[in-house]
């Protein structure tokens, strides 16, 4: 079964960035979408980040213009630069198919933003 692996997560101010990495299988990697999606405890998980096979990208509008997805094929790898954080980003970050049906979630890794 597919088991993506999150890490990266951690403590930071406000104002800070984070790099988070996921490892999933390469077939994932090399022919379908993938995404970073966050959940903070009493809301519901949203998908933040999105990138294609041919490596267009989407962002949700609470994180434009601050997050970066990318994509390493080679290296089974999807990425998540996280620049100028926020309180309101405090969440567990997980990684997942960025389309359609969604496989088995990880363990997610958390990312706290406070002073």
């Known amino acids: 079964q597919v088991q993506f692996v999150e890490s990266g997560g951690g403590l930071v101010q406000p104002g800070g960035s984070l790099r988070l990495s996921c490892a999933a299988s390469g077939i994932i990697s090399r022919f379908y979408f993938m995404g970073w999606y966050r959940q903070a405890p009493g809301n519901e998980r949203e998908l933040v980040a999105r990138?294609?096979?041919?490596?267009?990208?989407m962002y949700s509008d609470s994180v434009k213009g601050r997050f970066t997805i990318s994509r390493d094929n080679a290296k089974n790898g999807v990425y998540l630069q996280m620049n100028s954080l926020k309180p309101e980003d405090t969440a567990v970050y997980y990684c997942?198919?960025?389309?359609?049906?969604?496989?088995?979630w990880g363990q997610g890794t958390q990312v706290t933003v406070s002073s």
């Open positions: 990138i294609g096979n041919g490596g267009s990208t």
């Open positions: 997942n198919l960025g389309t359609g049906t969604l496989l088995r």
